[in-house]
């Protein structure tokens, strides 16, 4: 007598259960993890813009893995059949590919546009102080906007929060205005529009943040337009050197 193992073949039910409830288990902790990726992705491909990179692209995989492997063991136990080893073997691939994609520390603040916008702000914050320290120390505001750059780039322009819908950052960017009134067109979010009177005694910086995916101007707590002004004062004793706020 001879006896042949196949693939599907009948198998004892509590043998079979047993079996689909470790795996779905699994599954079920994978496709947990992968929501927030999902909801990202999908939240940052209807939106021009979005708040955090990229999702972990290997989460996004071990759960379409998982999902994969679900879909055939679930049908094998329907059948009363045993499910083929590579159904198991790649709800076990998905898990790898998950735990591989790690859980980064802050995931949830860095896809923020509370917190992008926030930090924005200390970036404008930092060029507002070091402008103004210009103005008093010159009596005039630098009208190079080489200068101004120049600043910007030292407070720390390069660190971008906020990305296109094709995950491309977008940095903090200088956009110089005729008028304190004029809006940067079009509006991209990390926008500082600059303007600085033709005396060079006064300037004023407005920013562009982002509200549901889209650029729009910051509001202050009374929900007006955001201004940091700089307007230069004699009467002031020399100034020292700004206290600018450290990057956190």
């Known amino acids: 007598m001879t006896a042949r193992s196949e693939v599907g073949q009948t198998s004892p039910l509590g043998l079979r259960l047993v079996h689909a409830a470790l795996f779905l288990a699994f599954a079920a902790g994978v496709g947990v993890v992968s929501v927030p990726e999902w909801t990202h992705l999908s939240s940052a491909l209807t939106q021009p813009f979005h708040a955090g990179g990229a999702p972990r692209w290997l989460v996004l995989v071990g759960s379409v893995l998982a999902a994969v492997g679900t879909a055939r063991l679930a049908w094998e136990l329907l059948r009363g059949r045993s499910a083929p080893l590579w159904a198991s073997g790649v709800i076990l691939l998905g898990v790898m590919s998950t ?27 930092r060029v507002h102080l070091q402008m103004v320290h210009e103005l008093q120390s010159h009596a005039e505001t630098p009208q190079s906007q080489d200068v101004w750059r120049t600043a910007l780039r030292q407070a720390g322009a390069d660190q971008a929060r906020v990305y296109t819908r094709t995950f491309q950052a977008v ?16 509006l991209v979010p990390g926008q500082m529009a600059v303007h600085v009177t033709s005396d060079g005694v006064a300037f004023s910086v407005r920013l562009v943040g982002l509200e549901q995916g889209r650029p729009v101007l910051l509001k202050d707590d009374q929900g007006a337009t955001l201004v940091l002004r700089g307007l230069y004062n004699p009467d002031l004793p020399p100034p020292t050197a700004p206290q600018i706020p450290p990057t956190p």
Request: proline share 12%.
């Open 99 to 125: 735990l591989a994609g790690g859980r980064p520390q802050g995931l949830e603040q860095s896809r923020s546009e509370v917190a992008a916008n926030l930090d924005l702000l200390r970036v404008a914050r």
């Open 171 to 186: 940095h903090p960017q200088l956009a110089w205005m005729p008028s304190e009134s004029a809006v940067p067109e079009p």
